[in-house]
């Protein structure tokens, strides 16, 4: 469906509400997003073109998003927690011609503009840039009336770079009218239920790919689609109440936090409207997951996939209770768990998980040797994960590949140590990495972010190391345990890359 569908009826539905107040309606979604496409196509944007989005949580955000989408081009959306030369890799390294940027990150785009010559114009949202000129200004000359044809256009993201510089990760533009399903509106409506009647709650930010792209879905069935500026769970819980939200998206993180909750805080919303909970990105502890299910009931869903679509799976919550740390069984392309020779692992052993899917069609931009290494064969693809499948075909994530430790010649998984840690009371959160020894090759680190009200000091650590001694295996039991707050992605993802730096000296 188009967005003018959507106007015919309810003209006047708020098509976003951003916490604080800001709303957007269907029919100015449709008129803005028309008019700027109108611009797109009047400056010399074609078919294919790629522009970049430098931009807080906010109505305009959808603006941009919708004229990309309904004109052909690629939009990347930019991380505004980028330094400016990370920022400016990704709008060179993506070809933007335009960049269109918020006038709260006003320094950080004014960087970026200056290191990017071949941006052939900025504009700016919510004020004045210097350097950019005013986006609504710009379109207010032209008129809110599509185009004959309005080609589909496609998110070109960026990995979040936390083994080296980020990837595109670019698909062919689909052959058809912007009015299309995209590719997550079907599993919204039969997995997760989307009506028109729906509400969504996005409390992440929109440059990440899952909130904008549901969000975007969202709007394909008529949603209201809410937006918060940043998580907080007590907001989270009142935004649910105050809009009768009926699904929403979150990460583990969001979920620990939800629970250390004071109990009288979470009894006082009303958050019966909430239909479906969907969550991914990052693995979530199976204590975790059924505090969740305690609270909540069963209507708390799981899936697992990456930005490059070539791979899918997904599991409700009456079978993850029967197959509990489970991420489910395959929606998209078989799945294979190959071993380090090349060859298929049988059921239970760990392996990487690569998805056989014949109409695998992505690439990762600029980088053709990054494509190859995440191919087995032309229709096998992995996103880098490592995992097990069990009898039912079930599947269970295990680590990245890139945070494999190995120790004294045996493999070590970090989740397995992280979900026993992440059981013990004064353990808020968790990683573990591995250090080069000399004898061992790596050792085990663990560093952990202490509960309110508890220290981390030598008693803790020894404390948690015996608790993971009554656990797990005393030879995956760290051998050093350190205290500092973790550096997490909003989207839940660990950066353990800065962590590996800040403890690569052996101490």
Same mark, same amino acid.
């Given at each position: 469906?188009?967005?003018?569908?959507?106007?015919?009826?309810?003209?006047?539905?708020?098509?976003?509400?951003?916490?604080?107040?800001?709303?957007?309606?269907?029919?100015?979604?449709?008129?803005?997003?028309? +008019?700027?496409?109108?611009?797109? &196509?009047? *400056?010399?944007?074609?078919?294919?073109?790629?522009i970049?989005?430098?931009?807080?949580? @906010?109505?305009?955000?959808?603006v941009?998003?919708?004229?990309?989408?309904? /004109?052909?081009l690629?939009?990347?959306?930019?991380?505004?927690?980028?330094?400016?030369?990370?920022?400016?890799?990704?709008?060179k390294?993506c070809?933007?011609r *335009?960049?269109?940027?918020?006038?709260?990150?006003?320094?950080?785009?004014?960087?970026?503009? +200056?290191?990017?010559?071949?941006?052939?114009?900025?504009? /700016?949202?919510?004020?004045?840039?210097e350097?950019?000129?005013?986006?609504?200004?710009?379109?207010?000359?032209?008129?809110?009336?599509? @185009?004959?044809?309005?080609? &589909?256009?496609?998110?070109?993201?960026?990995?979040?770079?936390?083994?080296?510089?980020?990837?595109?990760?670019?698909?062919?533009?689909?052959?058809?009218?912007?009015?299309?399903?995209?590719?997550?509106?079907?599993?919204?409506?039969?997995?997760?239920?989307f009506?028109?009647?729906?509400?969504?709650?996005?409390?992440?930010?929109?440059?990440?790919?899952?909130?904008?792209?549901?969000?975007?879905?969202?709007?394909? #069935?008529?949603?209201?689609?809410?937006?918060?500026?940043? #998580?907080?769970?007590?907001? #989270?819980?009142?935004?649910?109440?105050?809009?009768?939200?009926?699904?929403?998206?979150?990460?583990?993180?969001?979920?620990?936090?939800?629970?250390?909750?004071?109990?009288?805080?979470?009894s006082?919303?009303?958050?019966?409207?909430?239909?479906?909970?969907?969550?991914?990105?990052?693995?979530?502890?199976?204590?975790?997951?059924? %505090?969740?299910?305690?609270?909540?009931?069963p209507?708390?869903?799981?899936f697992?996939?990456?930005s490059?679509?070539?791979?899918?799976?997904?599991i409700?919550?009456?079978e993850?209770?029967?197959?509990?740390? /489970?991420?489910?069984?395959?929606?998209?392309?078989n799945?294979?768990?190959?071993?380090?020779?090349?060859?298929?692992?049988?059921?239970?052993?760990?392996?990487?998980?690569?998805?056989?899917?014949?109409?695998?069609?992505?690439?990762?931009?600029?980088?053709?040797?990054?494509? %190859?290494?995440?191919?087995?064969?032309?229709n096998?693809?992995?996103?880098?994960?490592?995992?097990?499948?069990?009898?039912?075909?079930?599947?269970?994530?295990?680590?990245?590949?890139?945070d494999?430790?190995?120790?004294?010649?045996?493999?070590?998984?970090?989740?397995?140590?992280?979900?026993?840690l992440?059981?013990?009371?004064?353990?808020?959160?968790?990683?573990?990495?591995?250090?080069a020894?000399?004898?061992?090759?790596?050792?085990? !680190?663990a !560093?952990?972010?202490?509960?309110?009200?508890?220290t981390?000091?030598?008693?803790l650590?020894?404390?948690?190391?015996?608790?993971?001694r009554?656990?797990?295996a005393? #030879?995956?039991?760290?051998?050093?345990?350190?205290?500092?707050?973790?550096?997490?992605?909003?989207?839940?993802?660990?950066?353990?890359?800065?962590?590996? !730096?800040?403890?690569?000296?052996?101490?």
């Open positions: 469906m188009k967005l003018m569908d959507h106007v015919n009826r309810s003209p006047a539905k708020p098509a976003v509400i951003v916490e604080g107040g800001q709303t957007l309606s269907f029919l100015e979604l449709e008129q803005q997003s028309a +008019q700027l496409a109108n611009l797109f &196509a009047d *400056i010399g944007l074609q078919r294919g073109d790629n970049a989005i430098l931009m807080t949580n @906010r109505c305009e955000y959808f941009i998003a919708w004229a990309a989408q309904r /004109s052909g690629y939009y990347t959306p930019v991380n505004w927690h980028l330094t400016t030369d990370e920022a400016s890799y990704i709008v390294d070809g933007a *335009i960049l269109l940027a918020d006038a709260e990150l006003t320094n950080l785009a004014c960087s970026v503009h +200056q290191q990017t010559p071949s941006l052939a114009a900025s504009y /700016s949202v919510g004020g004045p840039i350097g950019f000129i005013s986006m609504t200004e710009a379109i207010s000359g032209y008129p809110a009336t599509p @185009r004959d044809y309005e080609p &589909a256009g496609s998110m070109m993201l960026y990995s979040s770079g936390t083994t080296g510089l980020p990837k595109g990760i670019k698909r062919p533009l689909p052959e058809q009218d912007y009015g299309a399903p995209i590719r997550i509106e079907p599993l919204m409506a039969e997995m997760w239920g009506t028109a009647e729906s509400s969504y709650l996005c409390p992440a930010p929109l440059y990440h790919s899952a909130p904008l792209s549901w969000s975007m879905g969202a709007h394909k #069935f008529g949603c209201t689609v809410v937006i918060m500026q940043k #998580f907080d769970p007590e907001a #989270f819980l009142a935004q649910i109440e105050r809009y009768r939200i009926s699904h929403t998206q979150c990460v583990p993180t969001m979920f620990v936090r939800l629970l250390n909750l004071p109990d009288p805080v979470k006082q919303y009303d958050i019966s409207s909430l239909q479906a909970a969907i969550h991914a990105a990052a693995p979530c502890p199976v204590h975790i997951k059924e %505090q969740m299910l305690d609270w909540w009931g209507i708390i869903y799981e697992y996939s990456g490059e679509w070539f791979g899918t799976t997904a409700n919550a009456l993850w209770l029967a197959h509990k740390g /489970s991420v489910g069984k395959s929606l998209q392309g799945v294979h768990i190959i071993g380090e020779d090349g060859v298929e692992l049988p059921t239970g052993e760990t392996g990487l998980v690569y998805f056989e899917n014949p109409q695998i069609n992505f690439q990762y931009h600029n980088a053709p040797e990054k494509t %190859q290494a995440a191919m087995l064969n032309d096998w693809a992995t996103y880098g994960d490592m995992g097990y499948l069990d009898s039912d075909s079930y599947l269970y994530l295990v680590d990245r590949r890139t494999l430790i190995i120790s004294g010649g045996v493999n070590i998984y970090p989740s397995e140590i992280e979900n026993a992440l059981q013990h009371e004064a353990v808020l959160d968790a990683a573990v990495i591995g250090v020894h000399s004898e061992w090759g790596e050792k085990v !680190v !560093v952990v972010e202490p509960a309110p009200g508890y981390g000091d030598n008693t650590a020894e404390t948690l190391k015996d608790f993971c009554r656990h797990i005393a #030879f995956k039991c760290p051998r050093q345990i350190e205290f500092s707050n973790l550096p997490r992605t909003e989207t839940g993802k660990l950066q353990r890359r800065k962590l590996k !730096v800040q403890y690569a000296t052996d101490t």
